[in-house]
T-cell receptor
């Protein structure tokens, strides 16, 4: 059973556009929600993360929006660039379980010039 | 460079063969993990360790064994490989005092079982 559900599976965006990836979870014990970025042939790398006590976190062109009551969170990439083309994974974790993360199924983002 | 190193990077096995994947980290992290990545399935946790000499099962542990004899190393073993174990395997590490930094992942091992 997938603990974290991610959509869409793939996304194509024009350069300069906004990319939006959505995730949903059921377990209210999750208290940490990171996003990872993975380029082909590489391991995932932490992009940005949020805790449920805030509704939004922004780092440069990347923003996480968090809706605790709906148990949903999303990644917004503003002014998308071809270099952003990668696979993005959302994840969730409970801080008292050995930092064990549950990952979404991934979104393949392609930004076309 | 500091980080997580996985060996080998590629391997082809015949059904029934055994092998060990090695993960080494030089960041003095307490926690280490083995994930497998399959198309449309995301990353699924196989086994993890919260310290030297300790291991625990993740979501998909069947067919795998692990050992953490030294803090810096985490070994993943396949005793009798099956085609269903064809996947990309990632090792990761983290520290309980650096939770917000998430995982540091290795670059992966692509395993094909024929």
């Amino acid at each position: 059973q997938q603990q974290v559900k991610q959509s869409p599976q793939s996304l194509i965006v024009q350069k300069g556009g906004i990319s939006i990836i959505n995730c949903a979870y059921e377990n209210t014990a999750f208290d940490y929600f990171p996003w990872y970025q993975q380029f082909p042939g590489k391991g995932p790398a932490l992009l940005i993360a949020i805790r449920p006590d805030v509704s939004e976190k922004k780092e440069g062109r990347f923003t996480i929006s968090f809706n605790k009551s709906a148990k949903q969170f999303s990644l917004h990439i503003m002014d998308s660039q071809p270099g952003d083309s990668a696979t993005y994974f959302c994840a969730a974790s409970m801080s008292n379980t050995g930092n064990q993360f549950y990952f979404g199924t991934g979104t393949s983002l392609t930004v076309i010039p | 460079n500091a980080g997580v190193t996985q060996t080998p990077k590629f391997r082809v096995l015949k059904t029934g063969q055994s092998m060990t994947l090695l993960c080494a980290q030089d960041m003095n992290h307490e926690y280490m993990y083995w994930y497998r990545q399959d198309p449309g399935m995301g990353l699924r946790l196989i086994h993890y360790s919260v310290g030297e000499g300790t291991t625990a099962k993740g979501e998909v542990p069947d067919g795998y064994n692990v050992s953490r004899l030294k803090k810096q190393n985490f070994l993943l073993g396949l005793e009798s490989a099956a085609p269903s174990q064809t996947s990309v395997y990632f090792c990761a590490s983290s520290s309980p005092g650096q939770f917000v930094y998430g995982y540091t992942f290795g670059s992966g091992t692509r395993l094909t079982v024929v």
